[in-house]
């Protein structure tokens, strides 16, 4: 089992550059999420997929972000244009039921300057 | 009122001790409830699921109290080791789970 994969682990950006961030989720997990994680507000629930359907983006801090699930096995959250506010930890997490928790990824850390 | 409410700590306790950290939820159609480690700069890992039963697993012992939705984990003969932070975590509507900003564990030699 190789978990949930993202990419990249780091990403250093200007100011103004889309963002590209990459998850692979667990065969078989039908729920993919995407978490925000900074000091000051802890992990924050950006949007999750069921199925490759969108669910829940009320978290989309703003239309700026935007998140596909293409298919099952690939998910990516796009930030355009990118700010120095949006530097954090990116987190995905998959899942095959809300009774069993969420593996999460490694994570990417970005930072915008 | 915060979904998940946790004390952020730290909580600096010598090898060996016994620590116990507590955690509030307000949505008291929650239904499962857990609680994730994550150490400095990795990602949250599941530490153990939360039983109306309580639960042991070796040196953790978690327990819910759904009348007063309050949830416990409790750590003896803690270990160097044990030192991260400890996120509670319930469910909330749909399949989200909703985390808490977590506590600061610290052991000391």
């Known amino acids: 089992d190789a978990g949930v994969i993202q990419s990249p682990r780091h990403e250093v950006t200007e100011m103004g550059q889309e963002v590209t961030l990459r998850c692979k989720p667990i065969s078989g997990h039908n729920s993919l999420f995407w978490y925000r994680q900074t000091m000051m507000r802890g992990l924050e629930l950006l949007i999750y997929?069921?199925?490759?359907?969108?669910?829940?983006d009320s978290g989309m801090p703003e239309d700026r972000f935007s998140a596909k699930m293409p298919n099952a096995s690939f998910s990516t959250l796009k930030i355009q244009p990118s700010e120095p506010r949006d530097s954090a930890v990116y987190f995905c997490?998959?899942?095959?039921?809300?009774?069993?928790?969420?593996?999460f990824g490694s994570g990417t850390r970005l930072t915008v300057v | 009122r915060k979904e998940v409410e946790q004390d952020p700590g730290p909580f600096n306790v010598p090898e060996g001790a016994t620590v116990a950290f507590n955690c509030t939820y307000s949505n008291s159609a929650s239904q499962s409830f857990f609680w994730y480690r994550q150490d400095c700069r990795k990602e949250p890992k599941l530490l153990m699921s939360v039983y109306s039963s309580g639960n042991e697993d070796g040196r953790f012992t978690a327990q819910l109290n759904r009348a007063s939705q309050y949830i416990s984990l409790l750590i003896r003969d803690s270990k160097l080791s044990d030192s991260a932070t400890y996120l509670c975590v319930v469910t909330g509507g749909g399949n989200k789970l909703t985390f808490g900003t977590g506590t600061q564990l610290k052991v000391e030699l």
């Open positions: 997490a998959s899942s095959i039921g809300q009774l069993y928790g969420y593996t």
């Open positions: 997929f069921n199925n490759n359907v969108p669910i829940d």
